[in-house]
C-alpha cells in the first residue's frame, strides 16, 4: 500500500473533489467508511446530496472555526491523505478499509488511539482500490495536531498492514534515494529527445568525475572539461569553496539560462563535503589493478565481518568502482556496464554513515587503474575476473542489505547485478575461447585434472567439471603443471582465496585465479615499481572548453 499525504486551505474543496462523480470519471459510489465518532453524515447516502455536504463540512471544520476566533487555527488546516491498494491485491471490503484508515490517523498523530481530543476526520471510498482520508488539523482542545513526519509513520503502519492483511509488499526506501525527476523534467528531456533527464545525466556525470578524481582540484577540472557541462563554484565571502553547481549546455529554462543544480540536488551524497570527504580517504598504490582485485576479492568477507560503518563504506568504494568500469572496459560492454552504475547508485546509499577510510586503498586503487594499462591487456584475462570478482561483491551486497532490511537498495543492486553479469560473460568470451583452445586432449591427464578438482573441491565438483568453462580450466592447469607448478596446489590456493558459493561460473573463475597467480612472476608490468605521475585528468570525461 501506498500513502501519500497533502495538505490544504479548504474543507470544502477537499470533500466536494471526494464526492465528485462527474469530473472524475473514476469515481464510482462514495461513501464514508469511517469517521471520527462513527456518526458523521454521508452525503454518498443522504437523499439530500448538497445539504448533507454542508453539515460534514461544518461538522469537520467546528474546532477550525473555533480556534480561528481565537486565532490559534492554523492557515492550511486540512490534512489529506490518499492510501491505495497494489493492483494484485485483492478488494478489500469497506470495514477492512475502515480499520485501515483508523491505524493511519492514529499512528500519524491527527487522532491517537484513547486521545478524546483527537481532530476531527473521515475516510471516504470512492473506488474499489483506494480510500482517501479527509481531516482538519485543530484538535478538541483546540491545539494543532502534532503530526511531523506523518509521511514515514503512515508508511510504517501500513507495512505492518500489509503482513497481517497478506497483501502485497511494497518495497520501501529510507529517504536516501536521489530525487526523482518531476513529470516537467520527463516531459521536457522527452522534447528534447533525451532518454535521461538533465538531473539524471548530471548525476552520473559527477559520480563518474568522483570516481576518476584523485582530488577535489581534479574532480573540479575533470567536470569543467567535460563537453556540454557548465561549473560554477560557489565561494564564502572569504574565497574558501562553499560548494559547486553544475548545468547542462542544453537544458536551459524559459529565459533561456542554465537549470543549476548543487550536487546535494543530484543524490544525498554528492554534495561538496560529502564529496571532499571520500576523497581524502584514498589510499594511493603502486599496484593498482592488483590491489583493486584484490580490495574487491575482499569485500564480501568485509560485509559478512566487518561493523556496518565500515561495511557501507566498502559498498560505497564498490560503486565506486562500478562507475569507473565503462572507463576501463572495451565499448562492446560499456553500456551494460553504464546501466550497471546507474542502477548500483542507489545500493550505494543507506541511512548508515560510511567510514570512508576502510575501504581508501579501492578507491585509490580504482583512480589508479585509470590511468595504468592493464597486464595482459590483450587476451583480457584480468578484466575479465575484475569483473567477475565485481559480481561476487555485488551479490554480497544483495546479501548484506537484506539482512539491514534496505528493500530499495536490494532490488538496485539486484538490477545492477543483471548488467554485470551480461557483461562479465561478454568480457569472458575471448579469453575462455582461448584457453579452450589449449585444452588438454589426454584422456589420462584429463582425469588427472578432475581427480584433482574432486579432491580439492569436492562440493562443487559437479558444477565445475559440468560446466562449459571446465576445458579451459583444465588448460589452466596444465600450463601450471608445464610452469612446474603442482596443479593440485594451484587449484587448492586458488580455491582458497574466496569461497565459490557465489560465484555464477566457478570452473571460469579458478581459472582466471589460478592464471593470474601463474603469469604474475613473467608479468613485470603486473607491478611498476612506482606510482604512475601526478595525473592528467582521467578519461572520464571528454574535452570541451573551461565554463565559469
Request: proline content about 7%; hydrophobic content about 40%; some cysteine.
Amino acid at each position: 500500500m501506498i500513502a501519500k499525504i497533502t495538505g490544504g486551505k479548504s474543507t470544502a474543496t477537499l470533500i466536494r473533489y471526494l464526492y465528485d462523480t462527474k469530473k472524475a470519471k473514476d469515481h464510482t459510489d462514495p461513501h464514508l467508511v469511517a469517521s471520527w465518532d462513527g456518526f458523521a453524515p454521508d452525503p454518498g447516502r443522504a437523499d439530500d446530496f448538497d445539504a448533507t455536504k454542508k453539515l460534514l463540512v461544518a461538522d469537520l471544520d467546528l474546532h477550525v472555526k473555533q480556534a480561528e476566533r481565537l486565532g490559534r487555527a492554523p492557515e492550511r488546516h486540512v490534512w489529506h491523505c490518499s492510501i491505495r491498494a497494489a493492483k494484485t491485491d485483492r478488494h478489500l471490503s469497506d470495514e477492512e478499509w475502515a480499520d485501515i484508515a483508523r491505524r493511519v490517523v492514529a499512528a500519524t498523530g491527527i487522532a491517537p488511539d484513547g486521545d478524546p481530543d483527537g481532530c476531527r476526520w473521515v475516510a471516504v471510498r470512492h473506488a474499489p482500490d483506494h480510500i482517501h482520508i479527509a481531516a482538519t488539523k485543530v484538535r478538541s482542545d483546540l491545539r494543532t495536531a502534532r503530526h511531523w513526519n506523518d509521511y514515514l509513520t503512515a508508511d510504517r503502519e501500513l507495512a505492518a498492514i500489509e503482513k497481517e492483511y497478506g497483501l502485497y509488499q511494497v518495497v520501501r526506501g529510507d529517504r536516501t534515494a536521489a530525487k526523482r525527476p518531476t513529470r516537467a523534467e520527463q516531459e521536457k528531456a522527452k522534447r528534447a529527445g533525451h532518454e535521461k533527464t538533465a538531473r539524471e545525466r548530471l548525476r552520473s556525470t559527477v559520480r563518474t568525475a568522483v570516481a576518476a578524481a584523485s582530488g577535489m582540484e581534479e574532480f573540479v577540472s575533470l567536470l569543467e572539461h567535460t563537453d556540454g557541462v557548465l561549473v560554477e563554484v560557489v565561494r564564502f565571502s572569504s574565497g574558501d569553496v562553499r560548494g559547486l553547481k553544475v548545468a547542462l549546455e542544453d537544458n536551459t529554462n524559459g529565459e533561456k539560462e542554465p537549470v543549476w543544480f548543487s550536487g546535494s540536488e543530484l543524490a544525498p551524497d554528492l554534495s561538496w563535503p560529502k564529496i571532499h570527504e571520500r576523497l581524502t580517504a584514498t589510499t594511493r598504490t603502486s599496484h593498482p589493478w592488483q590491489t583493486a582485485l584484490a580490495a574487491a576479492d575482499h569485500i564480501p568477507h568485509a560485509l559478512t565481518h566487518d561493523d556496518a560503518p565500515a561495511a557501507q563504506a566498502h559498498i560505497t568504494a564498490l560503486a565506486e568502482t562500478i562507475d569507473a568500469l565503462p572507463l576501463l572496459a572495451p565499448t562492446p560492454y560499456q553500456e551494460e556496464l553504464r546501466r550497471a552504475a546507474d542502477a548500483f547508485e542507489r545500493a550505494s546509499r543507506s541511512r548508515i554513515h560510511a567510514k570512508d577510510h576502510h575501504a581508501a586503498l579501492l578507491r585509490g586503487a580504482v583512480k589508479a587503474m585509470l590511468r595504468t594499462p592493464p597486464p595482459n591487456s590483450l587476451d583480457g584475462t584480468l578484466l575479465a575476473l575484475f569483473l567477475d570478482t565485481i559480481v561476487l561483491a555485488v551479490t554480497a551486497t544483495v546479501r548484506w542489505h537484506d539482512l539491514q532490511r534496505h528493500d530499495q537498495q536490494v532490488a538496485a543492486a539486484h538490477e545492477a547485478l543483471t548488467h554485470l553479469q551480461a557483461a562479465s560473460d561478454r568480457a569472458a568470451a575471448l579469453p575462455l575461447a582461448t584457453l579452450t583452445r589449449l585444452a588438454p586432449t589426454s584422456v589420462t591427464t584429463q582425469l588427472h585434472y578432475e581427480h584433482a578438482v574432486r579432491i580439492v573441491l569436492p562440493e562443487h565438483a559437479g558444477r565445475i567439471l559440468n560446466a562449459p568453462d571446465w576445458g579451459a580450466l583444465a588448460a589452466t592447469l596444465a600450463r601450471a603443471d608445464a610452469d612446474g607448478r603442482d596443479p593440485t596446489e594451484a587449484l587448492r590456493k586458488a580455491a582458497h582465496q574466496r569461497p565459490l558459493d557465489d560465484a555464477r561460473h566457478p570452473a571460469r573463475l579458478l581459472a582466471w585465479r589460478i592464471q593470474q597467480t601463474t603469469q604474475q612472476p613473467q608479468t613485470p608490468r603486473a607491478t611498476p615499481s612506482a606510482p604512475a605521475p601526478a595525473p592528467a585528468p582521467a578519461p572520464a570525461p571528454s574535452a570541451r572548453r573551461t565554463h565559469r
